[in-house]
């Protein structure tokens, strides 16, 4: 369990950082901060309904979750304040965002659940070994499409209202990224 703890901190201490370097925003940190713990205490409600113990299997399952989730929230973010940075009012960014990336995330979801999913019927001592890893790690990615799209959006309107209202501009460090993309790409198709 202190593994996990562990895991949970830096993966929120660098997500904050890296949504700073790319928003320009604390409070962007801070909702994907709140969406890991509320994310976690679902998920281990539902292991609770299941029957899963906290164990190696089941906890390795959550971690790997965890970092997935983390990965919905800041789709779901992102195209929030992209589309209030295009001057749209905090709802129909909210709105607007959120569909953009309904898709995407729900096929990428979906995909990791039909591969793990699965696994929960293996026959033998080999489906005893990932039952618990695979059924955790599925209801933590179910988990994490709830809260990517009900409790992210949610936080926006309310903790990020006065960062999205004035309309957010590419930060120093993203422009300078996509300069370095670009010319990236230049090089390369130059050289074909």
């Known amino acids: 369990?202190?593994?996990?703890?562990?895991?949970?901190?830096?993966?929120?201490?660098?997500?904050?950082g890296i949504l700073f370097l790319f928003?320009?925003?604390?409070?962007?940190?801070?909702?994907?901060?709140?969406s890991i713990?509320?994310?976690?205490?679902i998920t281990i409600g539902l292991f609770h309904l299941c029957g899963l113990s906290l164990n190696i299997l089941s906890l390795s399952g959550l971690a790997l979750g965890v970092g997935m989730l983390i990965d919905h929230s800041i789709i779901?973010?992102?195209?929030?304040?992209?589309?209030?940075?295009?001057?749209?009012?905090?709802?129909?960014?909210?709105?607007?965002?959120?569909?953009?990336?309904?898709?995407?995330v729900l096929g990428q979801i979906l995909?990791?659940?039909?591969?793990?999913?699965?696994?929960?019927?293996?026959?033998?001592?080999?489906?005893?070994?990932?039952?618990?890893?695979?059924?955790a790690l599925s209801l933590c990615l179910v988990v994490s499409l709830f809260v990517a799209?009900?409790?992210?959006?949610?936080?926006?309107?309310?903790l990020l209202a006065p960062?999205?209202?004035?309309?957010?501009?590419e930060t120093l460090f993203f422009q300078w990224l996509l300069r370095k993309y670009h010319y990236g790409m230049e090089s390369v198709a130059l050289r074909r």
């Open 1 to 16: 369990i202190h593994n996990l703890y562990q895991v949970i901190g830096y993966g929120a201490l660098l997500s904050v």
């Open 23 to 34: 928003l320009g925003n604390l409070s962007a940190g801070l909702v994907v901060g709140l």
């Open 37 to 41: 713990p509320v994310s976690l205490f």
């Open 76 to 104: 779901v973010l992102d195209a929030i304040s992209r589309n209030a940075g295009q001057g749209r009012d905090l709802l129909a960014a909210s709105v607007e965002g959120t569909g953009e990336v309904f898709v995407p």
């Open 111 to 135: 995909t990791s659940v039909a591969v793990y999913g699965p696994l929960v019927l293996l026959p033998g001592i080999a489906g005893v070994l990932v039952f618990e890893q695979a059924l």
């Open 149 to 158: 799209f009900i409790l992210v959006p949610l936080l926006c309107r309310t």
């Open 163 to 169: 960062s999205l209202e004035r309309g957010g501009s």
